[in-house]
């Protein structure tokens, strides 16, 4: 590991969205880019929708190697690109782009992220039955990203059951090995169809800063210990769900892997190099 000097050859790595600046995503690549000696920065950059494309061209007119993009620019920004990959298709929306020498190229690795920490922690994914709570952005593209990757049914539950069912026709419409189903919180037995699946997902923000004390479940009797129980939230990192499946003898799976995940593939896609994610996962942690 050498020091990272900033000289005429660095290309710039953005993060476009607001507000951005609670963000770990510029320490974490940093940190990388510093690890690998890699001739990259990245910088956090505060651009709504009404300056998105303007930030583009601009990324565009300096060459920089892509960027990330997060709220509220995931959707916006799809008309502004050239090219979308097949899950950013699927998904609707992005969050890595690539600058492919003045072609923009649309990524969504938020899924793919969730599924990548799901097999480190030793699930697999194909032929599973899943219960995905929440059907917002992350839930989407968690549920099409299981979709795609070989899941046998997903359960899909919102307040919302409009954004449910679109999601699961999506799925249905597109993925014939896999069967999406909507329903909305509260009008079914949640714990009798924990019964029925493999895997529950928490995709919403209950669990986190603000809602720490809040869970999809009331108490850790609706769970079983055969259920694998994995939560996108990751601050806590041990979420009330969490300590819940803890107590209810469920293996745990938390979010600060998708987190990292999902900036390893974004990484990858600018770089062409493998992250060193169990390096970055103590940066993250504090443990570096």
Known sequence: MTTNKIN????????????IKQTKSPHMHNSAFQYLDLDYAYLAFEVGNEA??????????????????TMP????????LD??????????????????????????????GFVKNLEENGVKVKGKKFLVAGAGGAGRAVAIQLAIDGAAEIFLIDVNDDLAKEVCGTINNNIETCKATPAKF????????????????????????????????????MLYPELIVADIVYSPLKTKLLSMAEEAGCKTVTGIGMMIWQGALAFKI??????????IKDIILGSK
Not at 8 to 19: A, E, H, K, Q
Not at 73 to 80: E, F, G, H, R
Not at 196 to 215: F, R
Not at 270 to 279: C, K, R
């Open 186 to 221: 509260g009008e079914f037995d949640l714990k009798e169809k924990l019964k029925a699946v493999d895997v529950l997902v928490n995709c919403t923000p209950l669990g986190m800063y603000p809602n720490e004390d809040k869970s999809i479940v009331d108490s850790a009797d």
């Open 83 to 112: 090219e979308l990959s097949q899950e950013a298709k699927l998904i609707g929306s992005v969050n890595t782009v690539l600058n492919d020498s003045g072609k923009l190229i649309g990524y969504n690795t938020d899924g793919r």
């Open 52 to 69: 998105l494309k303007q930030a583009l061209d601009g990324l565009k007119v300096l060459n920089a190697a892509g960027c990330n993009v």
């Open 73 to 80: 620019n995931k959707q916006t920004v799809l008309p502004l």
């Open 8 to 19: 005429g050859r660095t290309r710039l790595v953005g993060l476009l969205g607001t507000p």
């Open 270 to 279: 600018w770089t062409g190099v493998d992250m060193p994610v169990d390096y």
